[in-house]
């Protein structure tokens, strides 16, 4: 029997042997949004058919999802899976809290030097478990808790980063390992002690952690912290090692002012420059920037056909402040969501925020429209193939033959929508709403709740 919470999903493990359809009341597949969407999955999870209305053929076991939306599953392009534990803990104001970023990374701190390898694994499982509820399908973990507290590697030095493989394997998420690569407290300064588990020692010895991973199957993205914790040596010999092996690269930039000024100091650019400049920006596998907030007129240009990853929440949260979407949008940047600190796990949330957040900017409305004029159907693209794009893995953030059937369902019964017209539920779920009408999802055809 399933325990308390958990979804008995053995109904659905009996029938994996043969072709099951799926059909909704609406739903995306590839570019069109349909009625009573038609979706044929094989047993190996692959969508074999997908088309509007049922065809004349379809195969004997015919799930009927309801009155509900199909949807591509979302993809989260960036998450600290174990900062969900601090989401209670950051929220009262010492006497001499400067109340910033800076503090609440004291906070986090704190809680990164408390981890074992099982507590990391319990908070981590919990995380993942979370974003499916959210309908979120894959996630790329920026990983940088790498050892023991004092800085020592484990026995097995991706101690850790298997623990984080893991528990994407029990809640049967999909996982990109984003491995970070850290290696001071800043320009000329050695890492603190609570930064000493971040840190490999040398770029050899972080690359001899990646190659046994990727020689396990694992997808793997290549992710320097941030300008101020790699110098620019590493910065180079990182990118060209994702550039031989076609990885895409993510790093945090310019997410506060102060990661500008020391750049500027340091190396007489901004962190974009400097990226630009020593091969992030300029090689096969894609470079994400995560925020991207705080930018100068050439570092749009320099960001052009690269990746933005935004993270709207924990931006508000941390009071980073706003991402500049219309400017990326106009530079040609293509823009994915992540739920980051994973305060709120939710993105929906993100991709509304994202757009609000440009309305009070730029005190107009329907900013981040598509060319149709769309914007709920352009922010879910963005909570999808955006994500999908960022994490190197193309195939996924879309219902269409030949992909794994990645999917979730809304319930049109939900409260917050059951009053629409089906054809209208999509912005109001993008615009007005929240993942609390996640229904159903599916993870490579496999019912994950
Ligand atoms: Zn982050």
Redesign the pocket.
């Known amino acids: 029997r399933a325990r308390e919470g958990e979804v008995d999903l053995r109904d659905m493990s009996q029938e994996t042997q043969s072709v099951i359809a799926y059909t909704a009341a609406h739903g995306l597949l590839g570019d069109a949004w349909v009625a009573a969407p038609h979706v044929e999955v094989d047993a190996d999870g692959i969508v074999v058919r997908a088309q509007a209305g049922t065809p004349h053929d379809p195969p004997p076991i015919v799930h009927d999802l309801g009155r509900a939306l199909l949807l591509p599953g979302m993809v989260n392009a960036?998450s600290?899976a174990f900062q969900r534990g601090i989401r209670g803990a950051t929220h009262v104001r010492g006497a001499h809290d400067p109340s910033s970023f800076w503090s609440w990374r004291e906070a986090m701190y704190r809680a990164a030097a408390s981890h074992d390898p099982d507590t990391l694994f319990a908070v981590t499982l919990a995380c993942y478990r979370d974003m499916l509820r959210a309908g979120i399908t894959c996630v790329g973990e920026?990983h940088y808790l790498h050892h023991s507290p004092d800085g020592r590697p484990y026995a097995d030095p991706n101690e850790l980063s298997r623990q984080v493989i893991r528990a994407a394997e029990v809640a049967g998420i999909r996982l990109v390992l984003l491995e970070v690569f850290y290696a001071r407290a800043g320009a000329g300064r050695e890492p603190l002690p609570e930064q000493r588990r971040f840190c490999d020692g040398s770029v050899d010895a972080y690359l001899r952690r990646i190659e046994v991973l990727r020689g396990e199957g694992v997808h793997i993205g290549v992710a320097p912290h941030s300008v101020r914790a790699v110098p620019r040596a590493a910065l180079q010999e990182l990118a060209a090692y994702a550039g031989r092996h076609g990885l895409p690269m993510h790093a945090?930039v310019s997410e506060q002012p102060q990661e500008n000024v020391e750049c500027m100091a340091e190396h007489g650019c901004s962190p974009t420059a400097l990226l630009a400049e020593t091969g992030c920006l300029t090689r096969p596998g894609g470079f994400t920037a995560?925020h991207a907030i705080h930018l100068e007129a050439a570092d749009f240009i320099a960001l052009a056909g690269q990746q933005v990853c935004a993270?709207p929440t924990t931006e508000a949260d941390l009071g980073d402040g706003i991402i500049p979407a219309t400017e990326h949008l106009r530079s040609g940047v293509l823009l994915a969501l992540g739920s980051?600190s994973n305060a709120v796990v939710d993105l929906i949330q993100e991709a509304r925020l994202l757009e609000m957040h440009e309305r009070l900017r730029t005190r107009s409305r329907l900013c981040l429209a598509d060319p149709d004029g769309q914007v709920g159907r352009n922010l879910l693209d963005i909570a999808t193939r955006g994500g999908a794009a960022a994490l190197g893995r193309p195939e996924l953030g879309r219902i269409r033959v030949g992909a794994p059937f990645d999917a979730c369902t809304i319930d049109l019964g939900h409260p917050s929508l059951a009053d629409l017209d089906p054809a209208q539920a999509l912005d109001a779920l993008m615009l007005s709403g929240t993942a609390a009408p996640v229904d159903r999802v599916f993870v490579g055809g496999q019912r994950r709740r």
């Open positions: 960036h600290h920026f945090h995560v993270c980051d």
